[in-house]
């Protein structure tokens, strides 16, 4: 056990479904796996496993910021011997072009964060997700035909809404490029890449920036159900 999963060894699988918000790991469980049990729960971070069309699969919440994404991966990955996290996230849309439940496969992640000063580098850190992954979840989507793109994502440590600097700070990212933004894929990306573990991050675009488009309130956790779809399908596709 860690100081943040009481989980012993062997109870979480090889492979990890990695929500921010708890009530989504506690969906995932409850409407699509067989057999699943809850493994952890300090401090309301939920953790379950079960079996998705017989793959043994976790899913546990991350919760918000990169440092807490960052600080529950490096435990998966080099506690618990996970070898496949795949992020399943909500984000915010940085392009007029996104509809509401659409799809993105982060293919980068750019940063405002601190997170890559860790590793020492004397130059800028852009992490990526693991190429099989990623291949496996695009080929996914299009046989799923789920409206889907793919793209460099904005993690930032401020919500976007809330950012002090303006919404000018979210309008350069996009300028440059970025699809949406969320808050945790660059630190799984950057802890995957430096343990030589596999990650990726499937975001759902629940609210539009530039359209002011968003999810009704009873369609932010029913609404994410694609996403959770590709992200076991591809799971089960890379594990075969």
Same mark, same amino acid.
């Given at each position: 056990m860690t100081p943040h999963n009481r989980a012993k060894i062997g109870e979480i699988a090889k492979n990890v479904l990695l929500p921010g918000d708890p009530n989504r790991a506690k969906f995932v469980a409850e409407n699509f796996f067989e057999e699943s049990r809850l493994v952890?729960?300090?401090? %309301? /971070?939920?953790? &379950?496993?079960?079996?998705?069309?017989?793959?043994?699969?976790?899913?546990?919440?991350?919760?918000?910021?990169?440092?807490?994404? %960052? /600080?529950?991966? &490096?435990?998966?990955?080099?506690h618990y011997g996970v070898e496949n996290i795949v992020r399943i996230g909500t984000s915010g849309g940085l392009q007029k072009s996104l509809s509401v439940g659409e799809l993105v496969?982060?293919?980068s992640a750019s940063t405002d964060s601190a997170w890559a000063h860790q590793y020492n580098l004397s130059g800028t850190f852009s992490p990526c997700p693991d190429i099989t992954l990623f291949c496996s979840a695009l080929k996914k989507a299009e046989e799923l035909d789920l409206k889907h793109t793919a793209g460099m994502v904005f993690s930032s440590d401020c919500f976007s809404s809330y950012n002090a600097l303006g919404e000018g700070e979210w309008k350069k990212w996009a300028n440059m490029g970025a699809l949406v933004q969320d808050m945790e894929t660059y630190a799984l990306y950057s802890t995957a890449m430096y343990l030589?573990?596999?990650a990726l991050s499937i975001?759902?675009?629940?609210?539009?920036?530039?359209?002011?488009?968003?999810?009704?309130?009873?369609e932010r956790m029913e609404g994410n159900r694609n996403m959770i779809t590709l992200a076991l399908e591809t799971l089960v596709e890379v594990c075969k």
């Open positions: 952890t729960d300090v401090r %309301g /971070i939920l953790g &379950y496993t079960g079996l998705y069309k017989g793959l043994e699969v976790s899913v546990m919440a991350s919760g918000m910021g990169g440092p807490s994404a %960052g /600080i529950y991966s &490096y435990e998966l990955f080099n496969l982060a293919m030589k573990k596999k975001l759902t675009m629940t609210d539009n920036c530039v359209t002011g488009e968003s999810f009704k309130d009873e």
